[in-house]
């Protein structure tokens, strides 16, 4: 046994509160180098009456490990642990004080919980578990009142700039509801809406006034109240770590220079201040002079961003937020953010703009999720060509999954792409078979899938500004089938919550090989996924139990067979449900 291999740490991701009084435990051992793991636990004050064995399943594995949890039910909200394993012959045990090839005795030295107290449980929203969200720019998605365009606006559909607006507005946001019902969708995260200089608005002026050209307070409020009564909750998008160079705190910077009352919302080198591209004297977000990074740290600032994030709650009644370059700003900022928001309503739903890790952002003092990029990466590295096998694909998957506590992966922001990446159908070469294989995975999958506006129809581009054309509305440019296959699996997943949040295991990933097979499974349901990522055509086999029909087409699979066989063509996919 490889003893070097063992882990676990007794906080964040290792060990966590994932109910009231449900605990979960999580250990690594050397991938396929042990047998069985088994969580001890007890009671520290009467350990003979209240111990007990806990055998863990294998719930993931990455390229050199493998893992394991485990849900715990202490009867007093307390309790000790330790692990066993086993290889082979070979027994270990592991406990705070170390490993060991004998059995120590309990529960000196084992891992200590002293009470599971109920407040310090990360609670995501239950509603975002089952939300299907789509993500709208509004310049870019439909101009549904061109009184307020701006007065240089380009044809709809022409080839964007950086700085081309094209009219979209809220109004056509409203208008399109019903575009939005039939596809499926129950949630949509708009990018900024606040005045702002340019068309996408992440420069803004002032935050607490829609930009006159996607329209006003009541326009939103009609927006807001329409979607609901649609059953779509409304997401904004706020960048609180950059501001406009144009907004009135920084000109009046520009203009008193350390004498300005607002001196101490920035982050300024020197006097007087430059407002230069490329090499501004202030932080900025990147080295664009015209968003220059405000000071979080500062009391002023601080309660001047918190305060706007209530105001929208409260005045439109928003079903959350999403926060630009979050990564970028302070955790302290961050706890406060969320203590402000969850008081007014606690099922609002925030979401960080991090790229990475994000474990430090999900202990349920700051997000409820992230946009996880890191999913979305894999899986067009995957399908973009043919250099990953299933194991190894399989193995950044599990990798993923262990990151975060199962409530944070419940409603992980899942996204193929979006307005900072290039089209999803233009990463996989414009084959349309990959995307229906990507976008099958995804609404499978455990978290919340995001939908980027126009993916659904077709829409193709590389890198901003060609991945934020306009949307398509002439239904003969539209391609039909495609999105008749998005419709047909939202409409699945919001049919079987086992889809949502059951759990996830690979049955077959082989070395070498393309074609896998995956499970979600819990006590009301059953599925299994077949896919076949490869150019050749597939023949999979994997023993099943029982009676299984097709999802998608009703027809019936298998008969109380126990060997399948499944032929899948090139990047084609099958999903079974166990009748």
Excluded at 196 to 225: C, I, M, Q, R, S
């Amino acid at each position: 046994m490889h003893l070097e291999c063992l882990h676990h740490a007794p906080h964040s991701n290792w060990a966590y509160l994932y109910e009231k009084e449900t605990f979960h435990l999580r250990v690594r051992t050397s991938k396929q180098n042990v047998d069985r793991v088994y969580a001890i636990t007890g009671d520290k004050y009467d350990w003979e009456t209240y111990h007990h064995e806990h055998k863990m399943p294998k719930v993931a594995n990455d390229r050199f490990f493998d893992y394991w949890q485990v849900a715990v039910k202490p009867e007093h909200r307390r309790f000790s642990y330790g692990f066993r394993f086993h290889s082979g012959k070979e027994t270990a045990w592991m406990i705070e004080t170390g490993i060991f090839t004998e059995e120590p005795e309990a529960p000196n030295g084992y891992y200590d919980r002293p009470f599971l107290h109920e407040i310090d449980l990360f609670e995501a929203p239950e509603w975002a578990k089952s939300a299907i969200f789509y993500q709208i720019m509004p310049d870019r998605f439909a101009n549904g009142d061109p009184t307020n365009d701006p007065e240089e606006i380009m044809r709809w559909g022409t080839e964007p700039t950086r700085e081309s607006f094209f009219g979209g507005d809220l109004q056509g946001i409203i208008n399109r509801l019903d575009y939005l019902t039939d596809l499926g969708i129950t949630a949509i995260y708009l990018t900024p809406i606040f005045e702002a200089p340019t068309y996408h608005k992440y420069d803004t002026t002032n935050y607490k006034k829609v930009d006159p050209h996607f329209g006003d307070l009541e326009l939103l409020k009609k927006l807001v109240n329409e979607a609901h009564a649609k059953g779509i909750r409304i997401v904004l998008d706020a960048a609180f770590n950059h501001i406009s160079a144009n907004s009135q705190q920084f000109t009046d910077v520009i203009e008193n220079g350390a004498h300005s009352r607002y001196v101490n919302w920035f982050h300024i080198h020197e006097f007087p201040v430059k407002v230069r591209e490329g090499n501004p004297n202030y932080d900025s977000f990147g080295f664009f002079a015209q968003m220059p990074k405000l000071n979080t740290a500062n009391p002023e600032t601080r309660e001047y961003l918190l305060d706007i994030a209530e105001y929208w709650l409260k005045e439109v009644g928003i079903d959350g937020w999403r926060l630009d370059v979050a990564n970028e700003i302070d955790h302290a900022f961050w706890k406060d953010f969320r203590r402000r928001i969850k008081a007014i309503n606690p099922e609002a739903y925030l979401i960080g703009e991090v790229w990475n890790d994000s474990l430090r952002w999900l202990q349920g003092d700051q997000f409820d999720s992230v946009m996880n990029y890191p999913l979305s990466d894999r899986l067009i590295d995957f399908l973009q060509t043919d250099d990953m096998d299933a194991a190894t694909f399989a193995a950044h998957i599990g990798g993923l999954l262990m990151r975060y506590p199962q409530q944070a992966n419940e409603v992980l922001f899942n996204l193929m792409a979006s307005h900072d990446t290039p089209r999803v159908l233009t990463q996989l070469g414009g084959d349309k078979r990959k995307l229906k294989l990507a976008i099958a995975f995804l609404l499978t999958f455990t978290g919340t899938p995001c939908i980027y506006y126009g993916d659904e129809i077709g829409l193709e581009g590389e890198a901003d500004p060609d991945c934020r054309k306009c949307m398509i509305w002439e239904e003969d440019k539209q391609d039909s089938d495609l999105y008749q296959s998005y419709k047909q699996l939202i409409q699945l997943r919001k049919k079987h919550p086992v889809l949502r949040t059951g759990q996830f295991g690979f049955l077959k990933a082989d070395m070498h090989k393309r074609p896998i097979i995956y499970e979600r499974y819990d006590e009301q349901g059953h599925f299994t996924i077949w896919m076949n990522a490869s150019e050749e055509l597939a023949l999979l086999t994997h023993t099943l139990e029982g009676n299984w029909r097709d999802a998608l087409t009703g027809e019936k699979a298998v008969e109380e067979e126990w060997q399948v066989w499944i032929h899948l063509n090139p990047f084609g996919y099958k999903i079974l449900l166990k009748d």
